[in-house]
């Protein structure tokens, strides 16, 4: 056993170099990894623990099982251990110092571990180097658990909840969408377009709707909390209880039946809610550990081995978890949040923070989903200069608020149900909103796309009220917690920043809180904007959601009216090609979105059509990916017929002349 202490601290050493350094400088920063899973802190010194001692000492077990068959294999194995974690070690640094090619970067990595091995082998020094180095995973791991945000999840015990109550027994619905950009509800008239969005066009004839309403924070973990303690947002805080104790939940959780669904934020106290069905602890702690064994090739490999992972950057976990297991989960929440809506005596304070229509984009107005997957054009969080992917982006984003206002309408038949519609003080919103505009951010707060984040939706049915209002004034969501207050006679025990909407107020500017810092807005010259933005929507979008891309004037046409050649060597592959041959029109699935690979004459960028049923039905053009000409393009679902659907891809090229191009 002393014989393996020395080479154990060594390869602990390393794995605390190589893995946990780098895995813990990010969560660490990120503590909302845990928050929004309410990991106790129990769950996370565990975790951390285990990644820090599990895996250098299942190696080094290992090697002394090795050892008892022959000693020389034991070696061997601790010398590849030594090079593999020293070429990880070397990768990280060459990816985060030079955007190189992989086929550059991982063969001198692993280079470098093995004359690292051959040095470590040979020389004392080297090994003496690692001896002393063996204290750094121990570090590291106080570092993360004491001194990183992640460490107030830890020391901080969740404080006793102030709990306070309401005169009245009306009853409170507030439902939170997510993403939803004010100007893609609108029609070219400023109104809710009502042939689009019927429900939230519904709502607003019976309630008040704040048409210049804006968010403060472009991040759900720092908006939600701003709706619901009515405070601006403070980047650093995280969204649980014990950062945010003063908040609507304890404002009437003395007089209100609490019916509270949070999607990314714990600000609902345990003494308060009833306790989330808690999956079994190793189940809790394999889901940590299987996401953070998807984070770490993001922080490792060079950027072109990063495109074929799952992505990180569009949710808080479950990165294998795939788009429709993630969209079923969130319209689980909802359908729970409709179930727990009832006539009880108690009145209710139902919340649900929906994370709909955020992406994954993959449902249809109607409530038929396909398969959505990859987004073209996107990464991270920005999008590309491809304008016509990023206007198919725009497309299906817009499909699924379709789908969001869906189940806005069976929140508004619900709530007739049970006798909640005319009774309660109903709020919908959304957190923030979402751009998009090619090179630029999809979210994040920037100059050029202030007004489609900013602006958000916001309605406010009073008890009783059955006649609509559109209130111009400008408005933001630190003001609805102070208006449900006003609504119920209740008075806020702590300093809020908003105001009721339904007093006299004066706001001159927008305050906003980006990553960058606190900075104000002109709500007038964002309103402004905001009409341009609601032209190029009307111009995008005005004759239907499928007229984008090149050539719209052949939308409609049958093929038998126009010219059409042979493709040649230019051949089309559909990914969709059985699914499209048993089409079920009363699945939940269907094939609405068509993908594949152009091959035999590399032209990416060309100009196709998509006819269905010998009818042109879409337009689009192909995109490189991977070194791959390919193509997306979604078809109305009006389109697909019951059974076998015959699809072409064409070429179309000046003239027109359509191409055929062979599937």
Known sequence: MGRALWPGLHLAALWGLAVVQP?????????EFFAVRDSTRWEIVAFAVGIVLIPPAAILGLEVLAGLVDRRLARCLHLTAVAALVGLLVLEAATGAADGSSAVLVPAAALAGVVAALLYARYGPVRSLLTVLSVAPLLFLALFLLFSPVGRLVLEREPEPRVHGAPSRTPVVVVVFDEISTTSLLDESGAIDAARYPSFAALARDSTWFRNAATVDAWTVHAVPAILTGLYSEHGRLPVF??????????????????????????????????????????????????????YPHLVL??????????????????????????????????????????????PLAFAHVMLPHLPWEFLPSGRRYAGGDLPGFETDGWSNDEFL????????????????????????????????????????ADHGVSFRPGQRRRAFRESNLDDVVFMPLLVKRPGQQAGRVVDEPAQTVDILPTIADVLGVEIPWQVDGTSLFEARERERFLLVGDHGTFTADPKALAARRQESLRRQIGLFGSGLYGIGPNPELLGRRLDELTLQAGGEARATLDQAEELEAVDLASEEIPARLTGTISGNANAGRSLAVA?????????????SGGAERFSVLVPESSLRQGTNHVELLWVQPGPVLVRLST
């Open 23 to 31: 895995l813990f400088d990010v969560i660490g920063q990120s503590a």
């Open 390 to 429: 990023v206007q198919q982006g725009y497309q299906r984003y817009l499909l699924q608020l379709g789908f969001a206002d869906r189940l806005l309408g069976h929140l508004l038949r619900r709530l007739r149900a049970v006798g909640l519609y005319n009774r309660a003080l109903l709020v919908v919103a």
């Open 242 to 295: 014990s950062e945010h104790p003063d908040n609507l939940f304890t404002l009437l959780g003395g007089s209100h039946r609490l019916e509270i669904f949070e999607s990314l934020t714990q600000l609902c106290p345990r003494a308060l809610c009833p306790e989330v069905v808690r999956r079994p602890f190793p189940r809790r702690m394999e889901s940590l550990l299987v996401d953070v064994g998807v984070l």
């Open 302 to 347: 060079p950027r072109d081995l990063r495109r074929r992972l799952p992505a990180v950057s569009n949710t808080w976990g479950a990165f294998l978890e795939s788009s429709h297991e993630r969209t079923r989960r969130r319209i689980s929440v909802f359908e729970d949040f409709l179930a727990s809506l009832d006539g009880g005596r108690r009145p």
């Open 612 to 624: 269905l049923g010998g009818r042109i039905v879409a337009v689009a053009r192909s995109y490189s």
